[in-house]
T-cell receptor, first 117, second 112 residues
Framework: GAVVSQHPSRVICKSGTSVKIECRSL??????MFWYRQFPKQSLMLMAT?????????EQGVEKDKFLINHASLTLSTLTVTSAHPEDSSFYIC?????????????FGNGTRLTVT | LAKTTQPISMDSYEGQEVNITCSHN???????ITWYQQFPSQGPRFIIQ???TKVTNEVASLFIPADRKSSTLSLPRVSLSDTAVYYC?????????????FGKGTRLSVIA
């Protein structure tokens, strides 16, 4: 069964509004979660690393004021796309590693399809 | 983070064995090799992971030569439902803070 849950799976919003995406680790604690973005026919691009209780680490070129990440608990990280524009329309995917070290693979949520009109 | 190179696409008929090779020439000592499968509009799904030699599970086998500079994912007797993008990733699995960087992946098309 799924070990990482993402919500909503699909959202449509108007340009200029903000959208929040939730990522939950199920039955395990994740001090670190990762957020990816994927455009059609392209690979996943790492956006940021979400750290529980501290600031997220953003990849080069990703605006931290536009993509707000909050990791307030050990099982929940949220990504808020602020003042969304049509170019932010994409597939957003979160992931977490179940187990610390011990060669634990990353588990991914089922993604959130964001469409900005 | 080690960079990976895979074929962009592959075609196969149903029932055939499919082997997808990935190159990772600058793999580090602590790096593991992990393969994921992704269907359209879904998150990647873990398939298999290995460090050296051969690993087999109920879904696939992973072959890693002694120099670890490449790896081959083997899918036995593929079906139409195996049509997906397959990603080979290399990373340090001993650190929980290390993300995985995705390459372009291999788009496998299974034909009836």
């Amino acid at each position: 069964g799924a070990v990482v849950s993402q919500h909503p799976s699909r959202v449509i919003c108007k340009s200029g509004t903000s959208v929040k995406i939730e990522c939950r680790s199920l039955d395990f604690q994740a001090t670190t979660m990762f957020w990816y973005r994927q455009f059609p026919k392209q690979s996943l691009m790492l956006m940021a690393t979400s750290n529980e209780g501290s600031k997220a680490t953003y990849e080069q070129g990703v605006e931290k004021d536009k993509f707000l990440i909050n990791h307030a608990s050990l099982t929940l990280s949220t990504l808020t796309v602020t003042s969304a524009h049509p170019e932010d329309s994409s597939f957003y995917i979160c992931s977490a590693r179940r187990g610390q070290g011990a060669h634990s693979p990353l588990h991914f949520g089922n993604g959130t399809r964001l469409t900005v009109t | 983070l080690a960079k990976t190179t895979q074929p962009i696409s592959m075609d196969s008929y149903e029932g055939q064995e499919v082997n997808i090779t990935c190159s990772h020439n600058n793999i580090a000592t602590n790096d593991y090799i992990t393969w994921y499968q992704q269907f359209p509009s879904q998150g990647p799904r873990f398939i298999i992971q290995g460090y050296k030699t051969k690993v087999t599970n109920e879904v696939a086998s992973l072959f890693i030569p002694a120099d670890r500079k490449s790896s081959t994912l083997s899918l036995p007797r593929v079906s139409l439902s195996d049509t997906a993008v397959y990603y080979c990733l290399v990373g340090d699995m001993d650190s929980g803070n290390t993300p995985l960087v995705f390459g372009k992946g291999t788009r496998l098309s299974v034909i009836a």
